[in-house]
């Protein structure tokens, strides 16, 4: 972000929403959601300009924000989890809802497309965003709920942030990189055939 000039501010994941960069993830506020000026993606000073604190008191971060379906979906983890929707096109029309409490988003990088969906894992398992929103909790949104034995004792737990997804479209599987028990490094491969 900081090679854009300008006046971005610091922060550990991006995403381009509303024709504005959005960032997040700034040690000194962690539940902070920067937005930037929808004309110039260096200015973020500008009356077009502004944040939003999500749940700054909850013990949690923003892990990962990602653009769906004329929303921006603001995901908090790693403990106790949440998922966030920013509505709105213009600063004066922005809010956010609360979309579930309880599916902490381990790593930004666990998120992928698939097909009009997103799927993305917590620490819980793999999980729908369209799921998500059709029955408001983590038990129906959860892909992985026959699993739970496999991900509470073959997963290294502590490496869940380091956990990378990819949607193999040609073999039709969503496909994530984990580092089993005993290891510190992701050298297994954990898919899902759709």
């Known amino acids: 972000v900081a ?12 995403v381009f ?14 539940s902070r959601l920067t937005y930037g000026s929808s004309t110039s993606v260096e200015d973020y000073t500008g009356g077009d300009t502004g944040s939003i604190d999500i749940e ?5 971060r923003i892990i990962g924000a990602v653009s769906y379906k ?26 956010r809802d609360v979309l579930v409490r309880g599916i902490p988003l381990q790593t930004h990088n666990s998120i992928i ?27 129906g949104a959860d892909l992985t709920r ?25 073999a039709g599987a969503a496909l994530w990189g984990i580092t089993p028990t005993g290891s510190t490094e992701n050298t297994q491969i954990f898919g899902i055939s759709y």
């Not at 700054?56 to 949690?60: H, K, N, T, V, W």
């Not at 004329?70 to 809010?95: C, E, Q, W």
């Not at 497309?113 to 038990?139: I, K």
């Open 17 to 30: 929403h509303v024709n504005r960069v959005w960032t997040w993830g700034a040690v000194a506020n962690p």
């Open 70 to 95: 004329n929303n921006l979906i603001v995901f908090k983890g790693p403990y106790r989890g949440s998922i966030h929707i920013i509505s709105g096109r213009t600063v004066a029309t922005f809010a």
């Open 3 to 14: 090679t854009l000039g300008g006046t971005p501010p610091a922060g550990r994941g991006a």
């Open 146 to 170: 026959f699993l739970s034995v496999y991900f509470q004792s073959q997963i290294n737990r502590s490496y869940l942030d380091k956990v990378a997804g990819v949607n193999y479209g040609h």
């Open 56 to 60: 700054p008191e909850d013990g949690d």
């Open 113 to 139: 497309p698939v097909g009009d969906d997103l799927w993305y894992m917590s620490d819980r398992g793999c999980h729908s965003l369209e799921a998500t929103f059709n029955f408001g909790d983590f038990q």
